[in-house]
């Protein structure tokens, strides 16, 4: 079954604790990117791959870092997590990255901070 | 400040009633998006518009993208409780990579 798989589901936290997100996709996708939902402000995009060792900043990078080793993983690191952080995220792919491109999401990180 | 601006942000009604979702920008886009998203679930798309007026339909759901390509709007007829989620609108920038603004969304409960 295609699909985008996040791990963990839920995660509780202290601020500083380094921790790391995993996504990974069986789609052969080159295109992946992290996004982060808060109450009414959408899905805003944190980083994005365009392809392996491929990764640019998106709208919230800050206190963020991701790595693309493999074409399949796009791990979302957090070095130093802070209060503001806690959000639910989301880890998205397509089959490359350019506009109309169908975004096959994850089921989402709940993420708190404490 | 958002990009796009959905309204309204909230929406219950009873099934069977109609509705209509409205998503506004003064930005252009070269195509918009339309996902739902239910609890606990990552956003699954529902359609693609690409051409200033395009109009696409999806059984009950109808999909218009201004002729501008800076606005769209979403109507469903006769709403039935299988419809209550949160709908999102997201532009695509023509920016390859950073691909998508997403609107703040609306969040529907159709209620039998």
């Known amino acids: 079954e295609a699909q985008v798989t996040q791990n963990p589901r839920y995660l509780i936290t202290v601020t500083g604790k380094k921790l790391t997100v995993t996504c990974s996709q069986n789609m052969n996708h080159e295109y992946m990117s992290w996004y982060r939902q808060d109450p009414g402000l959408g899905l805003r995009q944190i980083y994005y791959?365009?392809?392996?060792?491929?990764?640019d900043k998106g709208d919230v990078p800050e206190g963020y870092k991701v790595s693309r080793k493999e074409k399949r993983n796009f791990p979302l690191i957090l070095e130093s997590p802070s209060p503001n952080q806690t959000s639910l995220y989301f880890c998205a792919s397509s089959r490359r990255g350019s506009d109309n491109e169908k975004l096959f999401f994850g089921s989402g990180t709940q993420l708190s901070v404490l | 400040t958002q990009l796009l601006e959905q309204s309204p942000q909230f929406l219950s009604i009873q099934e069977g009633e109609n509705l209509t979702v409205y998503c506004n920008s003064s930005?252009?886009?070269?195509?918009l998006q339309w996902y739902r998203q239910e609890p606990g679930e990552g956003p699954v798309l529902l359609v693609t518009v690409v051409t200033g007026g395009e109009v696409k339909k999806l059984k009950r759901l109808t999909f218009q993208f201004g002729d501008a390509r800076k606005d769209s709007s979403l109507h469903i007829t006769a709403a039935q409780p299988g419809d209550t989620g949160l709908y999102l609108c997201a532009g695509a920038r023509n920016n390859a990579g950073n691909m998508l603004t997403f609107g703040g969304g609306t969040r529907l409960m159709v209620k039998p």
């Open positions: 791959s365009m392809n392996v060792e491929v990764t």
């Open positions: 930005s252009v886009f070269s195509s």
